[in-house]
């Protein structure tokens, strides 16, 4: 199903981890209008309105809020400023984006994550080494997997902390969405008009399935059940989530698309072969981590697992990663029983493999 008003709750999320990790509209709409210079009256109107809505997202939070958003929200994973935004933080490991943001009363999600807690320990596990349990998990368990992660000790120790004590992390995290959650639906006139880009860019397709091959390059079962939502803080990123079905149940992929990241797409593909579109893929494989995983995938097709052993990293910072090359159009996916299998697209790799060619020769 297609649906046209944001999660209220999600939104407040990824505000809270954009600024935690230090993103900046306008710093965004800079690069922007380096890149696409033609563009740039268009940019100045969007980046103004987006502005003005992160402010007023602000303005809800007090001076104590910072140290809590910085733990919850900021990257567990080192790395540049351009790619933290990009990896999983404390409250990542904690919340289901899917199953917890989706609720619209706020009573229902209070309940909701109160009720989670139990499932935290097994979460972590699952989140850091990619290993599924069955059956009771305690604290040692825990305590074993985040230890013998490549996650930075501060990270580590963060985590644990949290494992021991998730009521009041989740306290904690209730009293940071909701106001913000609260403020974003009184901000509407703000960011309506962003819906309707939404609106024209996806409601022109035979079906669900056909547009999750042809926006993300992502192939899914005919029978599998979609919800695709806009997001207008994510306003440039998309992620998808499948989830694994209970028997009976039908496969739910759940899609949350920044307003604008049609938009931006269409910018890249129409200068495939530009300098600063170049410049932008190199940067993106330019974190080592992202080299390696494309370097992989040159090989074989693999999932997420597999390519955490692969480069050494915990399984929720690969998913990002892959989140990451995904929306370059570098890697496709494709959902096969219970796992999502990554492969190069070859059409596009070529075609920045040709373009750096062409233009070393031509200096």
Known sequence: MLHYKPLSLYEAYFFLQSMANGFSVEEYFERLKHRHPACRSIYNDYEGSLKMLYERLGSVLNDDAAEIIDKLFTSLSN?????????????????DAMSAFRFTDYDEFRAYLYGFSENVPALIIENVSGETVSGECDASMVFDAVTASALP???????????????????SLIELLIPVAEEYERCEEIWSPFIEIFRDDYQKFDSEADMMRSKFNYSCDEGSEFNFFPSVTAFYHCDVFTGIPKPGEKKLTTALIGVLYDTFQRQSESTDNDENEVARLMSIL???SRFK????LMNSPAYVGELAKCVNLAPCTVSQHLSVLTGAKLVTSVDSGRRVYHSINHEKVDKFVDAIYSMLRSK
């Open 79 to 95: 790395g540049s400023k351009a790619n933290r935004l990009n990896a999983p933080c404390l409250c990542s490991l904690f919340a």
């Open 153 to 171: 000790q501060k990270s580590k120790n963060n985590i644990i902390a949290a494992a021991l004590n998730p009521g009041k992390f989740i306290d």
């Open 286 to 288: 330019g974190e080592p």
């Open 293 to 296: 995983i494309i370097l992989r």
